[in-house]
């Protein structure tokens, strides 16, 4: 069961462009939504996470977007980097003892010159 | 350890024998996960275990497939009669508690010939 949808599944994006990375979860559970950078031959690592308290957070060139309402989170990079290529996975988990965390298909961003 | 250690970094086996996996996760960490992820592709839940004990096995894909951890520490994720569709890179992470950053290792590459 599929419970974290993320789109699109590879995108490209000129230097100094904003990518846009857009994710949907169903467990309304999930209370913690960290997005994680992997580039290759290497493991995910976390880029930035918010909490469903918060409606957006940024961090440097990266925002998280949150509409709990919707069930949906995004995340978006502002100026775009080529050293920003890499693929973006978004993730979920709940609270509480059970600490799964479920992760979206990932998104393979490309950043042309 | 300062991160998380995964072993080997390859492993290339013939289809028919077992292999085993280790993961040391960072020291205190009393989560840790197992996901898969085959080329390109996302990031597969196999198993989660929180300290020795595991709540959630249910993404180990088949019954050849197993895994253990001793002492709060050490995991083994082993793979009995491998077959060419066990081929991927295995991850391990770790993480303190619920809604806290995982930290990944950088994974075993899987090759069954």
């Known amino acids: 069961q599929q419970q974290v949808k993320q789109s699109p599944q590879s995108l490209i994006v000129q230097k100094g462009g904003i990518s846009i990375i857009n994710c949907a979860y169903e467990?309304?559970?999930?209370?913690?939504f960290p997005w994680y950078q992997q580039f290759p031959g290497k493991g995910p690592a976390l880029l930035i996470a918010?909490?469903?308290?918060?409606s957006e957070k940024k961090e440097g060139r990266f925002t998280i977007s949150f509409n709990k309402s919707a069930k949906q989170f995004s995340l978006h990079i502002m100026d775009s980097q080529p050293g920003d290529s890499a693929t973006y996975f978004c993730a979920a988990s709940p609270s509480g003892g059970y600490q799964k965390v479920t992760f979206g298909t990932g998104t393979k961003l490309q950043v042309i010159p | 350890g300062a991160g998380v250690s995964q072993s080997p970094s390859n492993k290339v086996t013939e289809k028919g024998k077992d292999v085993e996996l280790r993961c040391d996760p960072i020291?205190?960490?009393?989560?840790l996960y197992w996901y898969r992820q085959s080329l390109g592709q996302g990031l597969e839940f196999l198993i989660y275990f929180q300290g020795n004990s595991a709540p959630d096995k249910s993404g180990l894909p088949s019954d050849r497939f197993s895994a253990e951890r001793t002492g709060g520490s050490v995991s083994t994720l082993t793979i009995q009669r491998t077959q060419q569709e066990d081929s991927a890179v295995y991850l391990c992470?770790?993480?303190?508690?619920?809604?806290?950053?995982?930290?990944f290792g950088q994974g075993t590459r899987l090759t069954v010939v």
């Open positions: 992470a770790s993480r303190t508690g619920v809604g806290t950053e995982a930290f």
């Open positions: 918010i909490r469903p308290d918060v």
């Open positions: 020291s205190g960490h009393t989560a």
């Open positions: 467990n309304t559970a999930f209370d913690y």
